[in-house]
């Protein structure tokens, strides 16, 4: 598998912004969809946004469009996640995962996805 680490989380107050980092060791972003996914307590694992490997596709769950803004420096193997307009419906654990399996970068099925970071807390709160 390969490494993927996540930071950036925090606490963070209504209509707050957080930036997450993913930066992964070993391998060329170039290879590889990578996407953010959330879990909130009690809740599913859902897929945010997803950064194609050639960068042709970029997508987002719609609760987050407009919101958020993932991007990619390879020269860094790193990918963000800009998260702006913060809502406490935000809050979940955030991980970031690589796949190869397809071409258009959807998140429909976590099965997809190779492997994945230990994840960083997200709490959107007064």
């Known amino acids: 598998q390969l490494q993927l680490v996540e930071s950036g989380g925090g606490l963070v107050q209504p209509r707050g912004s957080l930036r997450l980092s993913c930066t992964t060791f070993g391998f060329s972003l170039d290879n590889y969809n990578i996407a953010w996914f959330r879990q909130a307590p009690g809740k599913e694992r859902e897929g945010v946004a997803c950064?194609?490997?050639?960068?042709?596709?970029?997508n987002y769950v719609d609760s987050v469009k407009g919101r958020f803004t993932i991007s990619r420096d390879s020269a860094k193997n790193t990918v963000y996640l800009q998260m702006d307009s913060l809502k406490p419906e935000d809050t979940a654990v955030y991980y970031c995962a690589t796949s190869t399996v397809q071409t258009m970068c959807l998140m429909t099925y976590l099965t997809d996805f190779e492997s994945w970071g230990l994840g960083t807390q997200v709490t959107v709160s007064s």
């Open positions: 950064f194609s490997k050639t960068g042709y596709w970029r």
